[in-house]
């Protein structure tokens, strides 16, 4: 709880320097900035949400001054090789603009770790098409649908993974082959709450990399970060990140010989939390994240 209050009093006192700076202008006490995000309304979700300007993910494609602006962040743990853009439950007035991201940064796993909707509250709008036989247009991205499967243990749906596989391609660039898109969508993480046991987040973790890697083994270059999404890309998403950091890290130390002495949990969130706004966002939450990479590391002994 301790090491837990101490990153809520970081971010509160650079969210503090946040709000009284009247210009948008960074300055030593304040490194960090949210203007892109902040008016933006109708693209962000939540109105306490904004992403930093300093890793936030821009679109590309756009024409006029000001619509480079998406409520995502690119997130890396130190010592970490794995980089995830981090977002919000895409909002009908951003589809395009996700599918841009997910296009221009070559992104070919989508992680949605929320239901649509939970006590009666659309957390994500379906910004993905399921209509088998028509494709859907988002500005010049194309997606048409492929597959839908469903993945759980019999007595208990809480852990369910459902499998999407779509074809995206850019009208603008008919000359790029189309790319194959997964979207795993795990059910059983309810909004500020936990999944009902580790297992069920360290299973959704070996699947995500195995579909990243033999999507990175059947493409002839190298592709982009995962993309990971709740309602908010905070609370859910930064847990799903800070375990999979972490047992990235702890492989590699490992592998290397080395002692693990600090508190790497901590670490990484503290990182995290510069990269974006409350990742990893209650109590409950950050405890999971240790109990979920305690539960692996004893698996594996
Ligand atoms: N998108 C929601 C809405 O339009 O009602 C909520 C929202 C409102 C989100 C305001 C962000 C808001 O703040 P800002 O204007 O700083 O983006
Ligand atoms: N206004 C909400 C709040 O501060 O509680 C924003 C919010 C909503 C933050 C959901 C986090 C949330 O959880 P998650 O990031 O897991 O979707």
């Avoid at 970081?10 to 960090?32: H, I, Y």
């Avoid at 790029?176 to 299973?203: C, K, M, V, Y």
């Avoid at 995962?226 to 702890?250: E, Q």
């Amino acid at each position: 709880a301790e090491a837990f209050q101490e990153i809520e009093r970081t971010e509160q006192r650079r969210l503090q320097s946040l709000m009284l700076q009247n210009s948008n202008q960074v300055t030593a006490d304040c490194p960090f900035s949210i203007s892109a995000g902040k008016g933006k309304g109708t693209k962000n979700r939540y109105n306490n949400i904004w992403p930093y300007d300093h890793t936030r993910v821009k679109i590309n494609d756009c024409k006029e001054g000001d619509c480079d602006y998406v409520n995502a962040s690119f997130v890396q743990a130190e010592g970490c090789d794995k980089r995830y853009i981090a977002t919000q439950g895409p909002l009908p007035a951003t589809y395009e603009d996700f599918w841009k991201i997910v296009w221009e940064q070559n992104s070919q796993v989508i992680v949605m770790l929320t239901k649509e909707e939970e006590a009666g509250r659309i957390q994500c709008h379906r910004y993905w098409s399921q209509c088998k036989i028509n494709s859907a247009k988002f500005g010049p991205i194309e997606l048409k649908f492929i597959s839908e499967t469903s993945h759980c243990s019999v007595e208990n749906n809480n852990n369910t993974i459902v499998t999407r596989k779509f074809k995206l391609t850019n009208l603008n660039h008919p000359e790029i082959p189309a790319r194959e898109i997964t979207q795993l969508h795990f059910l059983g993480w309810p909004d500020f709450g936990i999944p009902d046991s580790p297992i069920h987040i360290l299973n959704l973790i070996e699947v995500a990399n195995l579909t990243q890697l033999q999507a990175a083994q059947s493409s002839q270059h190298a592709i982009g970060p995962m993309i990971v999404h709740c309602s908010a890309g905070c609370g859910r998403t930064g847990a799903f990140c800070t375990i999979d950091s972490c047992l990235t890290i702890l492989n590699n130390i490992r592998e290397q010989g080395h002692d693990v002495s600090q508190d790497l949990v901590q670490k990484v969130v503290l990182k995290f939390r510069e990269q974006r706004l409350s990742l990893v966002q209650t109590l409950r939450q950050y405890v999971f994240c240790y109990e979920a990479v305690l539960w692996k590391l004893v698996g594996a002994a």
